[in-house]
């Protein structure tokens, strides 16, 4: 039988295995485990972050509040978010990854129980804005986990599979929350049960989550793979914490195009997930039960499309940008046609694919932030490319999308997400030269 060829990076790490036989299998152990921290404290994220806007209608109902108020707590949240993951990644940067993250877990369901037995609004108001900023530590903390463990042939798959985190916490809650309306408890049990768990799972991940290798007494990437482990490997980061942000984050091109892209990418998922009521329902005349069965199938069919776009980032792990342009255009075509599809069966495929392309996209740019920057900056470009995502996108779906569509028409409106799609897609493409550049696979 013929054996494989072994890549570069592959024969370094074999002879790297040869001379530290223990040092080489306890990475490999370390490293599958902290994976398992990033991906599933990163489900729990999601346990204790939508609890008040999933409840939100009936809160405000129970407590005469108007709908202006619930908005102002949601947006308060997506400010809080949104800065918090910029100030948050450039705090976890600095230390520990495995206690602030599995901190910041704790903290968040602290907040989260404490929602449950209030119902002012100005309190609900400030504990979301902390919850914000507590939870701005996830998304910087797994990932860079995950880029600090695995090396630049596999980091960019190990990144496309912790994405699908997002999708699984994301439908589990309202599963969850379902339940318990389902059974006839309080809506408070919508905050403490969730709570509960997430709590008591972050007392594991303090306990087995990662912090780098080296802080453990085990080998780098580099060590392991020579240049093939890290990105930016010609680049030996030089000065203090803060040149070294402003070098390779705050004035970098590459990671600049980046935010504008990521500020796209969620203005069309906002763009479509927060209107579909409307659209859907009030413009289109689909029932409540039809246009929230497609807001399911759109973040249940993400699950297998990220796996799919896991393994092309294995099978091409320096061409991501390629493949993120790609799936943009394409759905920038599926925008136009799902907003002019009135049959059901259609709009249920049509979502499906979206759900694929809006989160497909989406995990590319987590991979390229994590390859335009060294490993010293990997919490920080995580934030701050999410920065964009939320401050300008999520903001901008929350007031275009209506002013064009009481202004003109919703077709002004999905017309204009399609052309920003477009953009989106040759912005990718004019990073491919760059990526190919910086990413030894």
């Not at 206690?99 to 602290?110: D, N």
């Amino acid at each position: 039988m013929a054996h494989k060829e072994l890549d570069e990076a592959e024969q370094i790490a074999l002879r790297y295995e040869k001379a530290h036989p223990k040092e080489y299998k306890e990475y490999v152990k370390r490293h599958w485990i902290v994976f398992a921290v990033a991906y599933f404290g990163y489900v729990c994220a999601y346990l204790v972050r939508n609890n008040f806007k999933l409840s939100s209608e009936q809160i405000r109902i129970d407590n005469g509040w108007s709908l202006i108020q619930v908005g102002m707590i949601l947006t308060g949240f997506t400010i809080a978010y949104g800065i918090g993951k910029f100030v948050m990644g450039m705090v976890v940067d600095n230390i520990s990854l495995r206690k602030s993250f599995a901190g910041a877990l704790a903290g968040s369901a602290i907040i989260c129980i404490v929602m449950g037995f209030t119902t002012s609004v100005w309190f609900f108001f400030v504990l979301m804005l902390l919850l914000g900023m507590v939870q701005g530590v996830l998304s910087p903390g797994s990932q860079s986990m995950i880029a600090n463990w695995f090396p630049n042939k596999t980091r960019g798959a190990g990144i496309a599979v912790w994405n699908t985190s997002q999708n699984l916490g994301g439908a589990l809650l309202p599963m969850m929350l379902g339940g318990f309306a389902g059974a006839g408890l309080p809506i408070q049990y919508s905050f403490w049960v969730p709570a509960a768990i997430v709590l008591l799972l972050s007392f594991l991940f303090w306990k087995f989550g990662g912090d780098r290798p080296e802080e453990e007494g085990l080998p780098t990437l580099r060590d392991i793979y020579g240049h093939h482990g890290v990105p930016m490997a010609d680049e030996v980061p030089e000065g203090n914490f803060w040149q070294i942000m402003v070098k390779y984050v705050f004035t970098n091109r590459l990671l600049l195009t980046i935010g504008l892209i990521n500020a796209i990418l969620y203005f069309l998922r906002f763009g479509v997930e927060n209107w579909m009521p409307a659209f859907l329902g009030t413009e289109l005349g689909f029932t409540e039960v039809q246009y929230t069965t497609a807001f399911a199938v759109l973040e249940w069919v993400a699950i297998p499309g990220c796996f799919f776009f896991a393994w092309v980032a294995l099978k091409l792990p320096n061409r991501q940008s390629l493949v993120g342009g790609i799936g943009l255009i394409a759905l920038a075509g599926l925008v136009v046609v799902y907003h002019q599809n009135t049959n059901y069966i259609l709009l249920l495929i049509v979502s499906g694919i979206m759900g694929a392309l809006i989160y497909g996209p989406q995990l590319i740019i987590n991979i390229l932030t994590l390859n335009f920057v060294p490993l010293e900056a990997a919490g920080t470009a995580v934030g701050f490319v999410g920065l964009f995502g939320y401050i300008v996108g999520e903001l901008a779906a929350n007031l275009i999308m209506p002013i064009l569509a009481q202004s003109f028409s919703w077709t002004a409106s999905f017309i204009f997400m399609a052309a920003t799609g477009i953009i989106a897609g040759l912005l990718y493409f004019s990073l491919a030269r760059a990526e190919r550049k910086v990413v030894d696979a």
